[in-house]
């Protein structure tokens, strides 16, 4: 989940601002799951807030999508590991207009 917690449930990103870009552009996280090692990627996606929710990115919960808070983005990892154990990831969101947002996750989960 990325959330903006700056914003109001209402509110969401709008244009970006900078002297670097001479167009109008909206921001956007690439947000990437891999292994433990950061060898293999397992799962990666792109999420930009905007007025509507990103149905595609869930698998749950899409009559309760329309209510949710416009400052915030979920996603639902869609990968079969075909296996019983203990997995070890690190999830990495990255964003792709400003310098120093990005931020690494790690997670753990057994199946």
């Not at 990103?13 to 690439?30: A, D, E, I, R």
């Not at 079969?80 to 969101?93: K, P």
Request: charged share 30%; proline share 4%; hydrophobic share 40%.
């Amino acid at each position: 989940m990325i959330k903006y917690p700056n914003m109001k449930e209402k509110e969401f990103p709008g244009l970006m601002h900078s002297h670097q870009y001479p167009f109008l552009k909206k921001q956007n996280w690439t947000v990437i799951v891999c292994d433990r090692t950061k060898e293999k990627v397992m799962f990666m996606t792109k999420i930009i807030f905007r007025g509507t929710k990103q149905e595609d990115l869930r698998l749950t919960n899409l009559d309760g999508i329309a209510q949710e808070p416009l400052n915030f983005e979920m996603i639902e990892m869609r990968q079969r590991l075909g296996r019983v154990g203990t997995f070890e990831f690190c999830v990495m969101f990255k964003n792709d207009s400003y310098i120093g947002f990005d931020k690494e996750v790690s997670f753990q989960f057994t199946i």
